[in-house]
């Protein structure tokens, strides 16, 4: 699948259990690993972004899920509603 600029990207359907275990890099650290960087439920009903470029965190969906990301300082995260753009203010797109 290609996301942002056409990069590729491989999906994968795991569980949380396997999210934080499957691979090493990225930028948010988990004692038991690193997440993906993007992950999100079978149903869409949100998505947390954190790609490997990015010194943020984006996340989308219901406000416990944003203010539980949000709680994690090593996240650096920054809530995106469905009509904005991802990149934060000041940055600009190539």
């Not at 996240?75 to 904005?84: A, F, K, L, Q």
Request: with cysteine.
């Amino acid at each position: 699948m290609s996301l942002y600029w056409n990069w590729p990207y491989v999906l994968i359907k795991a569980g949380p259990e396997q999210a934080l275990t499957w691979r090493t890099g990225g930028h948010i650290r988990h004692a038991r690993g690193s997440l993906p960087d993007l992950f999100f439920p079978a149903d869409r009903s949100w998505l947390v972004s954190a790609l490997w470029d990015d010194t943020w965190t984006c996340v989308g969906g219901p406000e416990q899920l944003i203010h539980t990301v949000q709680r994690d300082p090593v996240t650096n995260t920054r809530r995106v509603r469905p009509d904005e753009d991802a990149l934060p203010p000041g940055l600009t797109r190539e």
